[in-house]
């Protein structure tokens, strides 16, 4: 019962070819996105789907913000329109439009933050720096029951911090990695507003999670594309690491782990892919940092959680195949049918679909939460990608 009410409490904050563009290693002023439009597409036919997935293969100007079996939703640059029409009516296809300018939601999120105070909370999104700074403060005003740890450097240079929170040794741990995808904003948020409860809160549901687990919070994993999106381009999502064989920049963190790495289509090859896999696994400094933090407290690890957005999901391993699932899926669905019982009867009423990664959406290879159950034997691992389902997306989160 008690992880089915971590679950809640954890909820309850909660150009044809546009290469130049979307990853040119250097970029002077901000990348806007004026006129780009999202678009969701119902998928009637296999060939429908194929047909618009070749999109995103292969011109830049197509950028997938969610996909699963029976729809996407894709944004498509202004000059690629006509390629779009084109493949919709040869495909016998219709669209809805979801986001008529990206750019207006952007700014109505940088609108927000301006006016929200300067004091660190959560009315707006905070910076990096300003994180780090709120976790020295809470540091120091609980010196007893937390500790600050350093899980290594980013590419760039940048120390990846995290906290543990423990009211009594030996008590089952919980590490949460949040911010592993840069523009995935809430899920920072997320992360200090849950320490935040687990250090102040007077609710008594909350003090018994805080106080019978030890905690492992990591705010921001991918420190390097994080500041990246708050400086230079909101909607980046990989790493900061230059290729060896492109222009392109970064890699999907969340392809990179050492668990069925690049396996049955679950992540690619192309550097200019959002879900680039890497060289090779690990490549990224930011997911050899964590795993081998991981790995040097894995028997101290009851659950491992990993903070996405969006889509409204919580996901368990695996993200690799769906022809399998775990010898405990029994008990990971029982555990997601209450998370997802207890989110609906919220206020919001919010509707949580739950399942296996690869099962309810597609092949994802090399994930923290498939590499934490496969290598690492922490047998409650889950992705959790919060609101909304699309009419939003990443801004204003």
């Excluded at 809805?96 to 004091?119: F, G, P, W, Y």
């Excluded at 899980?151 to 760039?156: D, F, L, M, N, V």
């Excluded at 899926?329 to 209450?338: E, G, I, N």
Aim: glycine share 6%; net charge negative; with cysteine.
């Amino acid at each position: 019962m008690r992880l089915y009410a971590l679950c809640a409490v954890i909820f309850f904050v909660a150009t044809t070819n546009a290469a130049s563009l979307f990853q040119k290693p250097e970029i002077e002023q901000k990348v806007r996105y004026d006129n780009y439009k999202v678009f969701k597409i119902k998928y009637e036919t296999a060939m429908q789907r194929q047909k618009l997935l070749d999109l995103t293969k292969i011109y830049q100007s197509f950028r997938l913000w969610h996909e699963d079996s029976s729809e996407c939703y894709l944004m498509v640059t202004p000059n690629a329109l006509p390629l779009f029409e084109e493949t919709l009516k040869i495909s016998n296809a219709s669209a809805e439009i979801l986001i008529s300018n990206v750019q207006d939601l952007i700014d109505q999120e940088n609108e927000a933050d301006t006016r929200a105070s300067d004091k660190f909370g959560w009315t707006r999104y905070n910076s990096l720096a300003e994180i780090d700074a709120w976790l020295d403060e809470i540091l120091a005003v609980y010196p007893v029951v937390t500790e600050g740890f350093v899980i290594g450097k980013s590419y760039e240079g940048r120390d990846i911090r995290g906290i543990k929170i423990s009211y009594k040794s030996g008590n089952p741990g919980v590490f949460i990695e949040s911010n592993i995808h840069a523009r995935e904003w809430i899920t920072s948020a997320t992360a200090t507003w849950l320490i935040n409860e687990l250090l102040s809160s007077s609710d008594d549901l909350v003090r018994d999670l805080a106080e019978s687990h030890d905690w492992y919070i990591v705010p921001v994993l991918n420190v390097d594309g994080f500041v990246y999106t708050h400086e230079k381009d909101r909607l980046w999502r990989k790493t900061r690491q230059p290729s060896n064989i492109s222009q392109c920049i970064g890699v999907d963190p969340n392809r990179n782990y050492d668990s069925h790495w690049m396996e049955n289509g679950g992540a690619s090859s192309d550097p200019c892919n959002e879900a680039y896999a890497g060289p090779y696994a690990f490549s990224e400094p930011e997911t050899k940092a964590l795993s081998d933090f991981v790995a040097s407290i894995k028997d101290k690890l009851n659950i491992m959680i990993a903070f996405h957005s969006y889509s409204q999901l919580l996901l368990s391993p695996y993200g690799h195949t769906k022809d399998e699932v775990p010898e405990n899926y029994d008990d990971l669905m029982q555990v997601a049918k209450a998370y997802s019982d207890t989110v609906k009867d919220l206020p919001y009423g919010t509707v949580y679909r739950y399942g296996s990664s690869a099962g309810i959406l597609y092949p994802a290879s090399g994930t923290t939460s498939d590499w934490a159950y496969n290598e690492q034997d922490v047998k409650i691992s889950y992705t959790i990608e919060f609101r909304d389902t699309g009419n939003f997306g990443w801004p204003p989160g």
